[in-house]
């Protein structure tokens, strides 16, 4: 049974850092894709970053230069680092895996496992 538990989200102010945690069971991350999508209130779900069997990265344009996906395989984890958080990073945040090659990594068709989210709110 494929498990993917996010952790790591809370409230902080404008300017803030986060580090989400994504804790995977029952599933490899090694040479896999693996990916952070967000949804906002009334908003549709969105890619934020991802990162490839290979180890490249891309990110959502919002969050060049600000976000940081990053693995560590041996902990079978994925992290999501938030610096210069600003309130339109308020979102639930989920993190998701097994990506079907057919489908843009920004889409959340193109993913079959998904966490529960973490809930992330910045104020300004």
């Known amino acids: 049974q494929v498990q993917l538990v996010e952790s790591g989200g809370g409230s902080v102010q404008a300017g803030g850092s986060l580090r989400l945690t994504c804790a995977v069971s029952?599933?490899?991350?090694?040479?896999?894709?693996m990916a952070w999508f967000r949804q906002g209130p009334g908003k549709e779900r969105e890619g934020v970053a991802t990162i490839t069997s290979r180890g490249s990265t891309a990110y959502a344009d919002s969050v060049k230069g600000r976000f940081a996906i990053s693995q560590d395989i041996a902990k079978n984890t994925v992290y999501l680092q938030m610096n210069s958080l600003k309130s339109e990073d308020t979102a639930m945040y989920y993190c998701a895996a097994d990506r079907l090659a057919v489908h843009m990594w920004n889409f959340p068709k193109s993913w079959n496992y998904w966490g529960q989210g973490t809930q992330v709110t910045v104020s300004s």
């Open positions: 029952g599933y490899t991350i090694n040479n896999k894709n």
